[in-house]
């Protein structure tokens, strides 16, 4: 009850069915409660902000005008540590190769990559045209996964996290033996060598007497490559006169392979190591970790008109960061109030701690009082941020926890109060996109089902209750949102001069059956037809008007047409970069790409004996991050499973199959091991997004979230560091008997009945 929140007990009792009348005066009771005891900065916002079509939840401007929350999205989740990197060193955000540019590339050079699982839509398509069409795919990845087995004609098995080493050895080999366009260096980057260092830089810092071990003694051979990464020295050397001897390279890094300490280190060496290359700005030449361009990218080929809410910003933290960049405004640096969010890694640690941040942040660390928790429909928070263990501590440990959400997930399941919420399906209406060249009708199919209602009517029914103009809160009529949705609809017609083209002819009568205002306008196709065909896809052909070549003018002309870097070229000595980040407090990187050990507990070089195994988190094609984790079909498809080389099960006596216990400094799971000959030796993964289900007499996961083994680490711009967590995997002898993931039952509120 609300007199006795008994937060223990979230998480392991029994529900008991209530009213929608009730459950929202419970909740803005206890929203009042906290606000005039404690204020806006004792409740947690474990929701996104309200940012878009997909992602618009109305609560969050409920609490803005209530006087803000604290929010834990400080940093980056899905783009590791590539930001910062791509922003200095090339001046640009998202560049990325367009599908039918990438038949160009004689060779495909990937990091990390398995488009089959990560990247939806044609994305892996694309790739086996692009080998079909004569271009050859290598894939640098610790185990054999979907996209190598099916597209790659080579498969390159590397520890997870030394990418870094990996590339700087074969750039040392290249410039011993004279395998790199010095010409494209002098003309276009700064920094490679003491010839070419920005003025007033020290000219011992360059990257080519690093690499030598001019200054410290030790040349970053090969051989020194291989003792880190694991990958033969040979092989470095063999791949390393690949690229050189190859005219026309493609290289593509997984956002993966900088979810590690220090990420932003990998991120330098792959830029060097394309600038090294030679030949960006020219068709079939390519640096990118964003896929193709129909995925992520900065300039869209379609556009859906802006239908989200457009209400006041959160007052505990009013700055407005880059969309890419969550860590503090620099515009007002030394404003105290421009780091208030808390980031994803340390959130549950911080809360428990009282204080979150750096002592090096302007005014320090900063205190943090906890009271109540919203768990948006949009975030599964508890299961998707480290170090859960310490995230259930928390959500038993403050005054109160509501939730709203299609699902009884994880983060549903430890609460007072669950909302269920109504699905895509049942409310829709608008046209968006999520891909470059498409436009999506996503129509309403249903109403919504049994007792559940759409964020919408939560926030303006709470708003009511605490004294809150509903319409400051949802600002816009799903009506409303509908119009704005189809009139801002637009396609772009011309890549050089960004024009674009309203797609819809909207007339009075379709105004008229919407019940808005609005003015008629000519487009492509009608309202009508474009419900029914379902979609507007882009026609494109090779070498067409929309065709994009990252960097094609500056390297036409560099003086007419610099980057936006500090010195107008590509930056291969970068203090702005590592003055940024170094800033930040959460790790340290040099100006220039080095292998280093960013973090003493985590990552190659700090495994102990007691856990001597690095963790790595692949995506799984049973989920998309934590949803669908509760489909059955897709639980027997694709079981949770721990997936280790057949080296490391043998030296513990596992067999494929056989009960495994994983353990780390922060918490344990059970799983079946999958015991394969294609794993790197020294790691093991849990794929990402499985449901937490906690044997509450053991402590131990049965459910297989990896965030229950995964440290709480912070790196760089604050992104977090997935990559290297340390582990111990042994056969399990206990009591607990693991059924097959398709067997367990889905968890469902005890004590609810249909």
């Known amino acids: 009850s609300p007199d006795s929140p008994n937060g223990e007990m979230r998480g392991k009792d029994e529900w008991e069915r209530i009213s929608w009348e009730e459950a929202l005066d419970y909740i803005a009771d206890e929203m009042k409660k906290a606000y005039d005891a404690y204020g806006s900065r004792s409740i947690l916002a474990a929701a996104y902000d309200d940012i878009g079509d997909t992602y618009f939840d109305p609560v969050i401007c409920l609490l803005n005008n209530l006087g803000g929350a604290v929010h834990h999205d400080m940093g980056t989740v899905s783009l590791g540590a590539w930001p910062l990197p791509e ?34 839509g044609n994305t892996a398509y694309q790739l086996q045209n692009a080998r079909e069409a004569g271009g050859r795919v290598v894939i640098v990845e610790p185990w054999l996964n979907q996209t190598a087995a099916a597209i790659a004609d080579e498969w390159v098995p590397i520890i997870p996290g030394t990418d870094t080493a990996f590339c700087i050895g074969m750039m040392y080999h290249q410039i011993e033996n004279g395998l790199y366009d010095q010409e494209f260096l002098d003309k276009y980057c700064v920094g490679f060598d003491a010839d070419h260092m920005p003025e007033g830089a020290p000219k011992e810092e360059n990257f080519k007497d690093y690499v030598l071990g001019t200054y410290d003694g030790e040349p970053k051979t090969p051989e020194w490559a291989e003792a880190i990464c694991g990958v033969p020295a040979a092989t470095i050397r063999r791949l390393a006169e690949e690229i050189a001897d190859t005219e026309k390279v493609n290289f593509f890094a997984g956002q993966s392979t900088t979810k590690i300490p220090a990420g932003e280190m990998f991120a330098q060496a792959f830029y060097t190591l394309a600038f090294m290359h030679g030949g960006l700005g020219t068709p079939g030449n390519y640096a990118s970790w964003v896929g193709l361009h129909e995925g992520m990218s900065s300039t869209p080929y379609c556009l859906a008109g802006d239908s989200s809410n457009g209400a006041k910003k959160n007052p505990v933290n009013p700055m407005t960061p880059p969309l890419v960049m969550s860590t503090p405004n620099w515009t007002e640096i030394d404003d105290p109030s421009s780091w208030e969010k808390i980031d994803f890694s340390e959130c549950w640690q911080s809360i428990l701690d009282g204080a979150y941040g750096r002592d090096t942040w302007p005014g320090g660390k900063k205190p943090i009082d906890i009271h109540v928790i919203y768990a948006g429909g949009y975030e599964n928070s508890l299961n998707s941020l480290p170090n859960a263990n310490a995230g259930i501590e928390v959500f038993r440990k403050v005054d109160f926890v509501w939730g709203a959400n299609p699902f009884f997930d994880p983060s549903r399941q430890y609460c007072d109060i669950v909302l269920p919420v109504a699905t895509w399906w049942e409310k829709g209406n608008l046209a968006w996109t999520n891909n470059s060249e498409t436009i999506y009708w ?91 065909r379902g979609f507007y896809k882009i026609q494109r052909s090779k070498g067409d008007a929309l065709t994009s070549i990252p960097y094609s003018a500056f390297y036409a002309d560099p003086e007419a047409s610099p980057l936006a870097t500090s010195t107008g070229k590509f930056e ?87 009960p495994v216990l994983m353990t780390s400094p922060y918490g344990q799971v059970l799983r079946p091991a999958k015991v394969m000959p294609t794993i790197v030796p020294g790691a093991v993964a849990l794929q990402d997004g499985a449901w937490i289900r906690i044997d509450e007499e053991t402590g131990i996961d049965l459910g297989g979230d990896p965030n229950i083994l995964q440290a709480p680490k912070s790196s760089g711009e604050a992104s977090q560091s997935w990559t290297g967590t340390l582990v111990q995997v042994e056969k399990y002898t206990g009591d607990i008997e693991l059924m097959p993931d398709k067997n367990c039952p889905i968890v469902m509120p005890v004590g609810v009945e249909e």
């Open 87 to 120: 922003l200095f060193m090339t001046g640009g955000m998202l560049a990325a190769p367009d599908s039918l540019a990438i038949h160009e590339s004689q060779l495909h050079f990937h990091f990390g990559n398995n488009w089959m699982a990560n990247k939806g």
């Open 442 to 532: 996503a129509d309403r199919i249903m109403e919504p089902l049994y007792e559940s209602k759409p964020e919408s009517y939560i926030a303006e029914e709470l708003a009511k209750r605490l004294d809150v103009d509903p319409s400051k809160v949802n600002t816009m009529t799903d009506a409303e949102r509908t119009y704005a949705s189809l009139a801002g609809a637009a396609y772009m017609t011309d890549q050089e001069t960004m024009a674009y083209t309203p797609l819809l002819t909207i007339t009075q009568d379709d105004i008229d059956e919407l019940g808005v205002e609005g003015a008629p306008q000519e487009g492509a196709m009608t309202v009508a037809e474009f419900k029914e």
């Open 572 to 658: 291969i000595y970068c203090p702005a970069l590592s003055g940024y980040v170094n800033s930040v407090g959460y790790s340290q990187i040099a100006p220039i790409a080095k292998w280093q050990i960013g973090d003493s507990e985590q990552g190659q070089g700090t495994q102990t004996e007691e856990f001597p195994l690095l963790l790595w988190t692949p995506h799984s094609l049973r989920r998309a991050h934590t949803v669908n984790d509760n489909v059955v079909s897709l639980r027997e498809a694709f079981p949770q499973e721990c997936f280790m080389s057949a080296v490391d099960a043998e030296a513990r006596g596992i067999e494929n199959g056989d």
